[in-house]
Nanobody, 119 residues
Framework: QVQLVESGGALVQAGGSLRLSCAAS????????MGWFRQAPGKEREFVAV????????DYADSVKGRFAISRDNTKNTVYLQMNRLKAEDTAVYYC????????????WGQGTQVTVSS
């Protein structure tokens, strides 16, 4: 049974930083690209970042480029999202997700962690 468990969400002031973690189990972690998505109230879920393998290619949404950094530790089956210079518009539930490296479909999703940025 695959499980993705996010943690690290919190209430933070604008300009602050947070690091989200997503611990994976039940899958061969190194074979999956790991992504972060977010969903703000009243909005559709949107892509934030993806990392294809440890130290490998990453992609970011334009809205977070230069502020967020995705990384992973395959020895811990964990993916991270370092979020700096947070803005009120970053407020959302953040989800991690896993997809087979050469696939476009995310097969597994976590339950999400709430990030609230106060202005």
């Amino acid at each position: 049974q695959v499980q993705l468990v996010e943690s690290g969400g919190a209430l933070v002031q604008a300009g602050g930083s947070l690091r989200l973690s997503c611990a994976a189990s039940g899958l061969t972690f190194s074979r999956y690209a790991m992504g972060w998505f977010r969903q703000a109230p009243g909005k559709e879920r949107e892509f934030v970042a993806v990392i294809r393998w440890s130290g490998g290619p990453t992609d970011y949404a334009d809205s977070v480029k230069g502020r967020f950094a995705i990384s992973r530790d395959n020895t811990k089956n964990t993916v991270y999202l370092q979020m700096n210079r947070l803005k009120a518009e970053d407020t959302a539930v953040y989800y991690c997700a896993a997809r087979i490296l050469m696939s476009d479909e995310y097969l597994y999703w976590g339950q999400g962690t709430q990030v609230t940025v106060s202005s």
